[in-house]
């Protein structure tokens, strides 16, 4: 009986953090749902996988490159030097002929969101002049950051190619180079102040456009939103994503003695309180994914994983609120799933799915919180991953922890492989590079406690030999070359020098939200017929709420609502398991409250090739018909207007490519903002589609709107830039 207790101890010491599904001990990973496997390493140059689906044929990895030009990196246990060791080779696989990095093994090229965020992880100190490369090419004719082809044709209804300039500064910081800075500079404030006339609204402070990397449509958002409502959202990832970035440009005309430093703030403050006011969900106690609708937007109360691990990282989020977002955000056995709760229904992609790359910025904003759990779940995470597949994969299905049954993978993954690094370099030894100097903030989970050292770590004309003793978020002591200072060091230092880090061995108490994955009930799909609002019950739904222009108006059982006044209406199904669906497509309940103007006549009209068209043809708009046109309009009440316009762009297919057209609406001399045309399909010729809306307020009488082509509608593609447009419509929304 001794025996077996004393050996029962000995495994439980083993132990750094088990799930339900899998632990991680000191010796590797055994995974137990689902079967039983297993990951070891012989030695800090081998991997050992008995998983079935393992990357090598054989179920080993071995070290075939030179690391000689990195920082080393000894640690209590073997399992995490062979599995930095991967990480180090795979990022040299990645660096292409041409110098620059390559996505994953089955994804040549560079793609800005995927090389920026790998950029801020690791490949910034790492693969820094690869880095810078991979940036430079992705920088577009007009001196403008590059929005890679995709949904509606690219930019603006993708917006989040701005995190380009948060992975250009950290380069910057990394190298202290002044010729990259002073390059850098221009495109930045070109870009942003793009999307300044495009993108912000001023209504709500935020900034309109796609979830950052969730960009596959069906995967986040209802099946009724097509690329004008998702230019039309207000997406919580890609806000803070454009705050940083607006605070990165703020410090740049401080240091380059420009002028707009204040103006470039103000704008972040009003940002950072947008996403404050129309965001932060209180009674969840952390952040709704986004803001969508059409005339109205309202919150979807998902939370959105890399969204709240900005939030926390830049400081967006209060000490309190990073708390709470914490330890109240849903996590599950394998990891922590990009959004809560997913999408039943929709295959594994982004939708009941885990990314390495967004769990690594979760763990490193669980340790900026001081969340010890968040972080030990998320390196278990990602080093059970990384030990079984003997590679890092871009994603794994969040319910078996499998990449098998994901839509589309890759091993080798760029930014998986920098996430998993980050955790050395960002969290356990906590190096932040700042424009000046290197700070330290140490992260060491208890349950890895122990001595850990990077040997030959390169930072600017230094070479330091760190090391890192005990556990714990504070640091008790810190030398340089045997002389106890501060944690950080001045980016002058020249030579080989000792670091030597103790921590304080305290933590503070922490707990999160390990929970069963779950899904939200399906969306209702609702008819008007009069004032009458019918849908088809939901499967799991208790009940049903119904809003009238953004807001809860009232609660039903029924599967019909009488509205009793004009406004747009939609409806959630309320899920007996305490989650709630999408609200509804927009109906819109207007009555006599609408006006229709055709376009026809009032510039050079068309009636080919598009067709199916409403009347005797339509206004054909491209880069040299139709660039600067009058609408007039006589509105007969004073009040809000909702303005759209019925259009169609056969340039391209909604998921791909880069055709969206641009144009700039005004009402005589005033700017009332831009009006953008997504794809509608590849030679898609009779689709015709009602625009995102612009909400104004009109005085009575005469107007002249104008349609315009200004230079901060060029899209991605620049040559083509085309639609065809036949309405004008009015709604008026002040009753």
């Given at each position: 009986m001794l025996a077996l207790c004393l050996l029962l101890g000995a495994c439980s010491q083993g132990t750094i953090y088990k799930t339900g599904a899998f632990s991680l001990r000191k010796d590797g990973v055994v995974q137990t749902k689902g079967g039983h496997w297993k990951a070891w390493a012989p030695d800090a140059e081998t991997l050992v996988s008995d998983y079935p689906d393992a990357d090598k044929a054989d179920g080993q990895w071995h070290l075939?490159?030179?690391?000689?030009?990195?920082?080393?990196?000894?640690?209590?246990?073997?399992?995490?030097?062979?599995?930095?060791?991967?990480?180090?080779e795979e990022s040299e696989n990645a660096v292409e002929a041409d110098s620059t990095l390559r996505t994953?093994?089955?994804?040549?090229?560079?793609?800005?969101?995927?090389?920026?965020?790998?950029?801020?992880?690791?490949?910034?100190?790492?693969?820094?002049?690869?880095?810078?490369?991979?940036?430079?090419v992705k920088i577009n004719d007009h001196g403008r950051i590059i929005q890679d082809t995709g949904t509606g044709g690219s930019w603006p209804v993708s917006t989040d190619r701005i995190i380009w300039a948060v992975a250009a500064w950290e380069l910057y910081k990394v190298s202290g180079r002044q010729d990259w800075l002073q390059m850098i500079y221009p495109v930045i404030k070109r870009s942003i102040e793009d999307d300044i006339l495009t993108d912000y609204d001023p209504a709500t402070g935020l900034v309109k456009g796609e979830s950052s990397y969730?960009?596959?449509?069906?995967?986040?958002?209802?099946?009724?939103?097509?690329?004008?409502?998702?230019?039309?959202?207000?997406?919580?990832?890609?806000?803070?994503?454009?705050?940083?970035?607006?605070?990165?440009?703020?410090?740049?005309?401080?240091?380059?003695?420009?002028?707009?430093?204040g103006r470039y703030d103000s704008l972040a403050d009003s940002l950072r309180d947008g996403i404050n006011r129309h965001l932060w969900l209180e009674e969840q106690g952390y952040y709704g994914q986004y803001l969508y609708g059409r005339q109205f937007l309202s919150v979807s109360p998902r939370s959105?994983?890399?969204?709240?691990?900005?939030?926390?990282?830049?400081?967006?989020?209060?000490?309190?609120?990073?708390?709470?977002?914490?330890?109240?955000?849903?996590?599950?056995?394998?990891?922590?799933?990009?959004?809560?709760?997913?999408?039943?229904?929709?295959?594994?992609?982004?939708?009941?799915?885990?990314?390495?790359?967004?769990?690594?910025?979760?763990?490193?904003?669980?340790?900026?919180?001081?969340?010890?759990?968040?972080?030990?779940?998320?390196?278990?995470?990602?080093?059970?991953?990384?030990?079984l597949y003997l590679t890092n994969k871009e994603n794994m299905v969040i319910y078996d922890g499998k990449w098998q049954g994901t839509e589309i993978n890759s091993s080798n993954m760029l930014w998986s492989l920098s996430g998993n690094l980050?955790?050395?370099?960002?969290?356990?030894?906590?190096?932040?590079?700042?424009?000046?100097?290197?700070?330290?903030?140490?992260?060491?989970?208890?349950?890895?406690?122990?001595?850990?050292?990077?040997?030959?770590?390169?930072?600017?004309?230094?070479?330091?030999?760190?090391?890192?003793?005990?556990?714990?978020?504070?640091?008790?002591?810190?030398?340089?070359?045997?002389?106890?200072?501060?944690?950080?060091?001045?980016?002058?230092?020249?030579?080989?020098?000792?670091?030597?880090?103790?921590?304080?061995?305290?933590l503070r108490s922490s707990q999160?939200?390990?929970?069963?994955?779950?899904?939200?009930?399906?969306?209702?799909?609702?008819?008007?017929?009069?004032?009458?609002?019918?849908?088809?019950?939901?499967?799991?739904?208790?009940?049903?709420?119904?809003?009238?222009?953004?807001?809860?108006?009232?609660?039903?059982?029924?599967?019909?609502f009488e509205m009793e006044r004009y406004g747009e209406y939609q409806v959630v199904a309320l899920g007996a398991n305490g989650y709630e669906s999408f609200a509804s497509e927009p109906v819109n309940y207007v009555n006599g409250n609408l006006m229709l103007v055709p376009l026809e006549g009032l510039a050079v009209t068309a009636t080919a090739p598009y067709t199916q068209f409403d009347g005797k043809g339509y206004l054909p708009l491209s880069l040299t018909e139709n660039l600067n046109f009058s609408i007039?309009?006589?509105?007969?009440?004073?009040?809000?207007?909702?303005?759209?316009?019925?259009?169609?762009?056969?340039?391209g297919p909604i998921n791909t490519q880069n055709k969206c057209a641009i144009r700039t609406l005004w009402d005589g001399s005033w700017r009332l903002g831009v009006l953008v045309l997504p794809q509608c399909g590849e030679d898609a010729f009779n689709v015709w589609k009602y625009s995102h809306p612009r909400i104004v307020h009109l005085e009575a009488g005469h107007h002249n709107f104008r349609l315009t082509f200004e230079d901060e509608n060029h899209n991605m593609n620049i040559e083509t830039n085309s639609a065809a447009i036949s309405k004008m419509r009015l709604i008026r929304l002040s009753l």
């Open positions: 075939s490159r030179d690391l000689s030009r990195f920082a080393s990196y000894s640690a209590p246990t073997t399992y995490e030097e062979a599995i930095y060791n991967l990480c180090l994953g093994r089955s994804w040549a090229g560079v793609w800005t969101r995927d090389v920026s965020y790998s950029t801020l992880l690791a490949m910034s100190h790492i693969q820094t002049e690869a880095a810078m490369k991979s940036l430079a969730l960009d596959w449509r069906e995967q986040e958002y209802p099946l009724w939103m097509d690329p004008s409502d998702i230019y039309n959202s207000e997406n919580l990832g890609t806000c803070c994503v454009h705050y940083r970035a607006l605070r990165i440009l703020a410090e740049m005309e401080r240091t380059l003695g420009g002028t707009d430093a959105e994983t890399l969204g709240e691990a900005l939030a926390i990282l830049w400081g967006i989020a209060s000490n309190s609120q990073a708390d709470r977002i914490c330890s109240r955000m849903a996590n599950q056995d394998f990891g922590t799933s990009c959004f809560f709760p997913n999408i039943a229904g929709i295959p594994p992609y982004h939708n009941d799915a885990m990314w390495p790359f967004v769990q690594a910025f979760w763990m490193k904003a669980c340790a900026a919180a001081g969340n010890e759990k968040g972080v030990l779940h998320s390196i278990a995470a990602i080093w059970r991953n990384a030990g980050s955790i050395v370099y960002s969290v356990l030894f906590g190096i932040n590079y700042e424009t000046d100097r290197l700070r330290f903030a140490p992260f060491v989970p208890k349950a890895m406690a122990g001595t850990r050292r990077l040997s030959a770590f390169p930072y600017r004309n230094a070479l330091l030999d760190i090391t890192l003793e005990g556990y714990g978020s504070s640091i008790a002591a810190f030398y340089l070359d045997g002389e106890q200072c501060a944690p950080e060091l001045e980016s002058n230092l020249e030579g080989v020098h000792s670091v030597r880090i103790v921590l304080d061995g305290r999160i939200n390990l929970c069963a994955n779950a899904y939200s009930p399906d969306t209702p799909v609702c008819i008007r017929s009069d004032a009458t609002l019918n849908w088809e019950a939901c499967e799991g739904a208790r009940a049903y709420r119904i809003i009238c222009d953004g807001k809860p108006c009232s609660e039903t059982r029924d599967t019909f007039p309009v006589d509105v007969p009440e004073e009040g809000d207007y909702s303005i759209d316009f019925l259009y169609a762009n056969a340039n």
